[in-house]
């Protein structure tokens, strides 16, 4: 078993240009991923913005609470219409004062191609082996409780 | 595995010698410190010192060696590190939750 990447594929039964938009237009993605980002996404260039703050359900909202509005960031790696969308980030990034600018980013890529019934998304998030061993300990305290109420919240949201 | 388990062995890992030493007990088996220092620049009490980290975290383990009794042989604790690949599968989780965010947006037309 590989230590280094995470694989995920999924079919989407929606047109490959909805995907696309979905993945590309950076007001859409932090729609469904759970940020506010501050501009588009530009090949290359760093966009920042903040994890987004639920509404949706108090007793959540309470647990939720020590990562909102917290900064989030990502470099933009490359973007091939509805092919390709690709960034650099640091895994779970999100503990207030630590300078993570000086430590290695994993690269997360998203593939569309047309599909049977939609569109097949690939997403993999590979260099994880590169990363600190006490940072990912420490990506995983954090990401137990936050992470998963937030999710939750995110898909109330979508869902409901 | 709770993260309070996991730290230890993260923590443990993270250092180019002491993955290294993981690395080959792995691939060649239970090795006593003679062996693990052979072909390498770092010193007996270098390796010694690096493996009682790795110990503390319960990445490994020693016994006597049956065979002449005299020195320890070092071998792995799998299941530590199984644990600590289990942090991956928790990334690997949350990409599962993302990404049933973006179906339930794209479908949701």
Redesign the interface.
Known sequence: MTTDRIEKRILLKAPLARVWSAISDSKQFGTWFGVELDGPFVAGQRITGRIVPTKVDADVAAQQKPFEGRAFDFVVDRIEPERLFSFRWHPAAIEEGVDYSKEETTLVTFELETAEGGTLLRVTESGFDKIPLARRAKAFTMNEGGWEAQTRLVRKYVEG | MR?ST??P???A??DETRLHLVTRLGREGPLSIAKLTERTSITRQAVAKHLRVLEGAGVVASSRDGRDGRESVWKLEAKRLED??A??E???R????????????????
């Open positions: 993260a996991a730290a062995v993260f923590a890992l993270g600590a690949r942090h991956l928790v990334i690997s949350q990409w599962d939750d993302t990404l049933e965010r973006l179906r339930a947006f794209v479908e949701d037309e």
